[in-house]
């Protein structure tokens, strides 16, 4: 049987014209595109959203609303790509200087342009924690909850934090 699915939310504007379906590339700087996805431990039944052009949005999907968390434009992210979140950090990945719609131009280039960063869920405050990865594209917290695994050109990179910290 074929599945069924809904959209529940945008992580760009709803109502701006070609920001839905048929999804276009050309569109996606003014429509956003979500890459990864958490839950967000510091508002029930919300999710924290990747979004490669908009930054990190926290969405929640029984009525579709949104809040930016961290907007990509202040902080001159070119490409959020992924998402972790340990208590009330969230950490994320900027893979580059070009946009996910450009994203051989990054690839070409193979530079150490890429950053982690972490956000605090609560203030909403962010900082870069790890500078000059080479289109870093994932992340996820280590078993004993220590450290991050990111994904990299590299290989697989472990980041040791210390964790009672905020960003």
Request: net charge positive; glycine share 10%.
């Amino acid at each position: 049987p074929e599945a069924k699915y809904r959209v529940v939310a945008r992580t760009g504007p709803r109502t701006e014209e070609g920001c839905g379906t048929p999804w276009k590339i050309e569109n996606e700087l003014r429509c956003g595109r979500p890459l990864g996805m958490r839950r967000d431990p510091t508002r029930a039944k919300c999710l924290l959203v990747a979004d490669a052009y908009n930054g990190i949005i926290r969405v929640n999907p029984k009525d579709g609303s949104t809040e930016t968390v961290v907007n990509s434009s202040l902080l001159d992210l070119a490409l959020v790509n992924d998402i972790e979140v340990v208590g009330g950090i969230a950490f994320f990945t900027n893979t580059g200087r070009f946009p996910r719609s450009q994203i051989h131009r990054n690839l070409i280039e193979a530079q150490p342009t890429g950053s982690l960063w972490a956000v605090d869920l609560r203030s909403n405050k962010a900082r870069e924690v790890v500078a000059g990865l080479v289109m870093p594209n994932g992340v996820t917290a280590t078993h004993d909850g220590r450290g991050l695994l990111v994904t990299a050109l590299a290989g697989v990179l472990r980041v040791d934090l210390p964790w009672g910290s905020r960003p």
